[in-house]
């Protein structure tokens, strides 16, 4: 198999909205570390493929499409073999056309989204280059643990999930992956790929662009070995960074934050942990291996979902607010969703959700893209139950859903089951990461 690299710099200019954390007219006013996009891009005989691992918080899927096709007239990769992975900053503009219910002042101008498109001509150059550089690659897979991220649904006495307290008790995706690529020939370095999860909120709400903890670690491994490092979220959706910012709630609820950090402190806390934890298995690999054949695979996974309010309580709920709320700048959150719901029920019923999924796969390693903030059981099941020895999924990847709980997590509660119902009219079922697990297995199976 071929391999290139390459990246580029697409920082934004100071006064755009930063993205995440529900803070509105939060504008940048400098910059912590600059917003990178990544390539390695991947042949072998007539198969080509690209992961790209962007510096942004996620991009919907409309905006892909755009990406990749931009991508494909100039690098000539098929669009449905580009994987976008976002690492889910949130020191980085709103680069997607959605909106969440109670952010009305969230980039009202939609600067963010013309700022993706004004990218896409320098990511699609990236692309170019990675594919120009391509060399017969060998390459050495390593796995460990890692305390880069921490669940951060942690419980009160009662039960109650809330405030984003790391739990280090509570089950989550603590692996890590690497992959060290060298020439063939020569034996030089060619780039460096990483992934485990944790979500990218080192920084806080710090008003300068950053590409928070994961740029901490990208630029320590590659100041230490000279090459561009590809990096790949994994299931963030219950993973926070693993910081040492104290919270107390009150009512017994307090603990190390697992939301957000206190700045760049943090940013680099975490980012020097995970850059440890990496390089202690990069620097003590020794068997590389040449026999890495690229598959791909590309299936529609169809899975459950649901109106969240009945009609019978979206009208309880209308009934409790007077007719002035209509007319608010921002109305309750409550009265908002039981408007959305009434005219959804009013529209034929749509109980299915599908999305796009394309696997990779190389020698031992396979990627599980979702567009989706996954939760941790899921990308354990994938590990536990695939047939390729690393199996990789990833977060925000060609779209962005909202949350992906698990069934245990939706019956808990807590803002990730909340939260998912202010981005999409319709939610998941509870079964439906089950369902979702089970076709993205079937299609590892294929290609391996």
Sequence with gaps: MQVGFSSVDITPELGIYLTGYGMPERLATGVHSPLMATVMMMKDGDTEAAVIGMDWCFVDWELTQDIRRGIFEAAGVPEKNILFCCSHTHSAPHTTYMRTLGRVAVDPENKGVEYVKNSIPAIADAVRRAKASMHEAEACFAAGKTETGVSRRGMDKLGRVTGFIADPYAIYDSNMTVVRFKDSATK????????????????????????????????????????????????????????????????????????????????????????????????????????????????????????????????????????????????????????????????????????EQTVIAFGPLAFAPFPFEMFSVFSLRLRKFGPFQYTLLTSNTNGRNAYFPDRGAIACGGYEVSCRKTIRPYVLTPEAGDLAVVQTLELLESIK
């Excluded at 963030?236 to 919270?247: A, F, L, Q, S, Y």
């Excluded at 020097?272 to 695979?297: C, E, G, H, I, Q």
């Excluded at 607010?321 to 719901?341: N, W």
């Design 188 to 355: 030089e370095d060619i780039g460096i790929l990483v992934h485990c999860s944790a979500h990218n909120t080192a920084m806080g709400g710090d008003r300068r662009i950053s590409s928070d903890w994961c740029g901490v670690m990208k630029d320590r491994i590659s100041k230490h070995y000279n090459v561009p490092v590809v990096f790949v979220n994994g299931a963030i959706g219950d993973v926070g960074p693993r910081t040492n910012r104290w919270m107390d709630l009150g009512k017994d609820n307090f603990g190390y934050s697992a939301g957000g950090g206190d700045g760049a402190a943090s940013a680099e806390e975490v980012g020097y942990r995970a850059a440890s934890d990496a390089l202690a298995l990069l620097n003590n690999m020794r068997d590389f291996r040449s026999d890495l054949p690229l598959k791909t695979n590309t299936a529609t996974i169809t899975v459950p979902q649901e109106i969240p309010i009945s009609e019978e309580e979206a009208h309880q709920i209308m009934e409790k607010y007077d007719s002035q709320t209509e007319k608010a700048v921002e109305p309750p959150i409550d009265y908002q969703l039981a408007k959305i719901a009434l005219n959804t029920w009013k529209q034929p019923p749509q109980p299915e959700f599908k999305f």
